[in-house]
């Protein structure tokens, strides 16, 4: 996968980087502040959403990518390994958060399911990106 001749993942990978955690440590503010919810609840899941979406264009582009080299290092397996989890919490962010905003009047029960789902979401997403990214850095700088 190309964009402009340059590999798409190392393009695509920059925007998972920074809207994950933008996204998950939103979506912790907006869990346990009402004045965040009121203020970014919405701007917040719309990011989530963009986090995801990124998550899985930088997983296939990557695998894309693994494809076009002549063998794996060790190194870049690990990277691939990680990088494989990455999308799922980034997705069920961006499913369990406007789902919970959505419903947050409506069932306090639901809302409650919805938000600790979402914080669990977003720490998994915190931590698969540090790891993806690390692994993906030193893959490509040593280290």
């Keep these: 996968m190309d964009f ?13 980087v920074v809207l994950i955690p933008l996204a998950a440590l939103g979506a912790i503010a907006v869990v346990l502040s009402g004045r965040a919810r009121e203020r970014f609840g919405w701007l917040t ?3 989530a959403v963009a986090a995801a979406a990124a998550a899985v264009v930088a997983r296939l582009s990557g695998e894309a ?3 076009s080299l002549p063998g794996i290092a060790p190194v870049i397996a690990t990277h691939q390994s990680f990088g494989e989890l990455t999308p799922y919490p980034a997705v069920a962010l961006a499913i369990l ?9 409506r069932s306090r029960a639901a809302w409650l ?19 993806t990214g690390h692994s993906g850095a030193t893959s490509v700088w040593g280290g």
């Design 4 to 16: 402009l001749g340059l590999p798409l993942h190392p393009l695509v990978v920059h925007a998972a």
């Design 45 to 47: 899941a719309a990011f």
């Design 65 to 67: 990518l693994a494809q």
């Design 97 to 105: 958060l406007p789902g919970g905003l959505l419903i947050r009047g």
């Design 113 to 131: 399911a919805a938000a600790v789902l979402s914080v669990i979401a977003a720490l998994a997403g915190l931590a698969l990106v540090a790891l």
